[in-house]
């Protein structure tokens, strides 16, 4: 029988949903249903396309208590800004979880997958930043690098932030747009090693395939969440810092050990036993420990059907509805 699918944009997305407290819950409930054990979230289905610039993953996962599901198409083509187009765009779509059918399709060119990232990263800064950060840092100069930040803020309400990047000229936009928030004060650094050493929370969003942090820099009292690496053969971190860390967190291991910061980390000899996952240190209300802690987010499909379901329930009659 016929049935109605919602059909939304980016434009009405971005009407509906700020990123907000009520954005970085929804998304800590995704990390928490997954130490339960019982969500079904199978392996991302990744495409790397070198002569594209570019790369295509799929996420999906079914959280029980959820009405729906999101099955997600993320591109990301990194020669696009030349073109002026945005380097990651995608869509995603919610099933209901009771039969299947198709309740909504978010045409959202990334927006939705930028929002939960970003809401990942509050939620480790809400679990494993210092009680007390003055000086914020971030690794990265695009849309995430500026939404890390201000995510951040929710949970830390730093005035002062350090930006690095490998163009000087795109650090100097992006110091720019995050000192128009109230109260922020936005500065380019002149090396990721000035970040890392100042700040107490460190942010790095690149697709980086070789270094950028390194073990000397590392202090105690610092987060460092690390959200660049998604696929095989990137990496943001050395594996000497990953291994120097009093702590080192992942969102979900089968994902980092095969295509986060500690796919690089193993194959160099280094952290062999399996840690633990950001998820459990919620669910069991643990204290952060002292010291320096490394949160290795490579994305998870269970974001994707938090922030999904968190979407249609705030769109009211918002968007386009057609019977199929």
Same mark, same amino acid.
Request: proline share 13%; glycine share 10%; hydrophobic share 45%.
């Given at each position: 029988m016929p049935h109605d699918i919602r059909i939304l944009t980016e434009v009405e997305l971005r009407a509906a949903l700020p990123l907000d407290r009520a954005a970085v819950d929804v998304v800590e409930t995704a990390f928490a +249903?997954? +130490?339960r054990g019982d969500v079904v979230m199978?392996? =991302?289905l990744s495409m790397d396309l070198p002569q594209a610039n570019g790369e295509v993953d799929v996420k999906t996962a079914y959280i029980p208590g959820f009405d729906g599901f999101a099955i997600k198409v993320s591109p990301g083509f990194f020669d696009n800004p030349a073109l002026g187009l945005p380097s990651l765009n995608g869509l995603m779509v919610l099933l209901s979880a009771q039969t299947g059918l198709v309740q909504a399709v978010f045409l959202d060119n990334g927006? #939705?997958?930028?929002l939960r990232t970003a809401a990942a990263g509050a939620v480790a800064a809400r679990h494993l930043a210092p009680a007390q @950060? %003055? @000086?914020? *840092? @971030? #690794? *990265?100069t695009g849309v995430q690098a500026r939404m890390q930040i201000r995510a951040a803020r929710l949970e830390r309400p730093f005035d002062d932030v350090l930006i690095w990047g490998r163009n000087p000229d795109h650090a100097a936009a992006c110091a720019a747009d995050l000192s128009q928030d109230p109260g922020l004060t936005a500065r380019v650094a002149g090396s990721a090693e000035d970040v890392v050493r100042r700040a107490q929370l460190v942010v790095t969003t690149t697709p980086a395939r070789s270094p950028l942090v390194r073990a000397e820099w590392l202090?105690?009292?610092?987060? =460092?969440? +690390? /959200? *660049? %690496?998604?696929?095989?053969g990137k990496g943001e971190i050395a594996p000497q810092a990953l291994a120097a860390a009093d702590l080192y967190v992942c969102d979900r291991f089968s994902q980092c050990e095969?295509? *986060?910061e500690l796919e690089a980390a193993r194959a160099a000899g #280094? /952290?062999?036993d399996t840690p633990p996952e950001l998820g459990q240190l919620i669910a069991r209300a643990l204290p952060r420990p002292p010291g320096c802690v490394i949160c290795d987010l490579t994305g998870t499909g269970a974001q994707d059907t938090a922030i999904a379901s968190h979407a249609l329930g705030l769109l009211g009659d918002a968007g386009t509805v057609i019977r199929a």
């Open positions: +249903a997954l +130490a199978p392996p =991302i927006y #939705l997958t930028d @950060v %003055s @000086v914020a *840092g @971030v #690794l *990265g202090h105690p009292d610092l987060l =460092i969440t +690390a /959200m *660049g %690496s998604d696929q095989p095969t295509s *986060g #280094l /952290m062999p």
